[in-house]
């Protein structure tokens, strides 16, 4: 299969090496050892392209950035270096009205970023009325419109946010993000606090949302096994940084970095042999305050040599020479990656290739 984008265009939406560093205040301890306050690097120079009509998924252990990278993408706060692009154009860190609305958000919890006290039809008319998106004597319909599209029905208008399940809240968070017709939507582990059986239909409430309205999506989670149906691309992200990015078929079926191969071994129904055994990842992740010089995945890396403790990797096409190339990864061992083994290769990839 090729590893060229689908209908590759030009990007809607483009992080350009964005860093993200927080200044964080003195702790009791840093007191007592007069120590100064320090600086945590949450964004280490990230460059990521979002096509119009994919689903990006961006994966990675907690604190390796993944908000961070959306809130910069959705103007919530400001790179300490680094621009957001939207449509060609550099966006300013104060986003006009108009430029914010293009891009939008959905949480984890909606339940946090609902007001209690309005009712979901309040919050959706009040949006559509303040944006002029349709004449005023269509506001109503169109907040109809919006919860079809999320699958609720009329009675969600005069419904409060705590008449809602977890599922039909993030369906009404997700009505609330359209209502201002976004280009690119960024939802941030929105199916984390849900059950299984109620993720799936969010999942694909998401994916149906993308084929009707040719919405960009990116999708922040927490593990692989998320995102393996839902998206086009994937970004696997490590303390900071972009490691491995790729089709999901690419990735899937050619991991081509030690820790996408400990993420995919921690797929429960992936764990069989000697493949998970050598690529499983113990422990935490080292500290955002001291990241280990070289590259920064060395401490816990089944390859490391010496070279990785001492050279930083840059992501580089997988296959040698291929410059066209859109799977990318940052390790300098890539050739000594075994080889997947059949077993490991989910099913509806193998079909797909
Ligand atoms: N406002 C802040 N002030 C100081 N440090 C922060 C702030 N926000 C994030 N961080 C730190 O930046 C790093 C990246 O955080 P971020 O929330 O982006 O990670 P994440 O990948 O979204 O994690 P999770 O999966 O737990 O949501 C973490 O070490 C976090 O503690
Ligand atoms: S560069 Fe070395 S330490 Fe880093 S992921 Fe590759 S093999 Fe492991
Ligand atoms: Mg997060």
Redesign the pocket.
């Known amino acids: 299969m090729s590893s060229q984008t689908p209908d590759v265009q030009q990007p809607v939406l483009r992080g350009v090496d964005l860093t993200k560093k927080y200044q964080v205040g003195r702790s009791v301890a840093d007191r007592l050892a007069k120590r100064e306050g320090r600086a945590l690097t949450a964004l280490d120079g990230v460059s990521i392209e979002v096509f119009p009509g994919e689903v990006l998924a961006v994966v990675g252990e907690s604190g390796s950035g993944k908000s961070t990278l959306a809130k910069l993408l959705v103007g919530s706060e400001t790179a300490s270096s680094g621009e957001v692009v939207f449509e060609g154009k550099a966006l300013s860190p104060h986003r006009d009205s108009v430029e914010a609305r293009r891009i939008q958000m959905v949480f984890q919890d909606p339940y946090s970023s609902l007001n209690p006290r309005l009712t979901i039809g309040s919050v959706l008319t009040e949006l559509i009325r303040y944006h002029r998106i349709v004449p005023r004597d269509q506001v109503k319909a169109e907040a109809s419109r919006l919860l079809k599209l999320v699958g609720l029905d009329d009675d969600a208008l005069e419904a409060y946010p705590s008449q809602f399940s977890g599922g039909q809240r993030q369906r009404v968070a997700i009505a609330r993000a359209l209502a201002v017709r976004p280009d690119v939507l960024i939802a941030d582990e929105p199916v984390s606090a849900l059950d299984v059986s109620v993720q799936a239909t969010i999942l694909e409430l998401i994916a149906d949302l993308r084929d009707q309205l040719g919405l960009s999506v990116l999708f922040i989670a927490h593990n692989l096994a998320v995102v393996q149906h839902l998206s086009q691309r994937v970004a696997v992200m490590y303390l900071g940084r972009i490691?491995e990015i790729g089709t999901a078929a690419e990735l899937f079926a050619n991991p081509s970095?030690?820790?996408t191969r400990a993420l995919i071994a921690s797929i429960p129904r992936m764990k069989a042999g000697s493949f998970n055994s050598e690529f499983q990842v113990k422990g935490e992740p080292p500290s955002p305050y001291s990241v280990p010089q070289?590259?920064?995945?060395?401490p816990r890396?089944?390859?490391?040599?010496d070279?990785?403790?001492s050279?930083d990797?840059a992501l580089i096409p997988v296959s040698a020479g291929d410059t066209e190339s859109m799977h990318l990864s940052?390790?300098?061992?890539?050739d000594?990656l075994p080889p997947m083994p059949e077993a490991f290769q989910p099913p509806a990839e193998r079909s797909s290739l």
């Not at 070289?294 to 060395?298: P, V």
């Not at 940052?330 to 890539?334: E, F, Q, T």
């Open positions: 490691v970095h030690p820790y070289g590259c920064r995945f060395h890396c089944p390859l490391a040599t070279e990785c403790r050279v990797p940052a390790c300098l061992r890539i000594a």
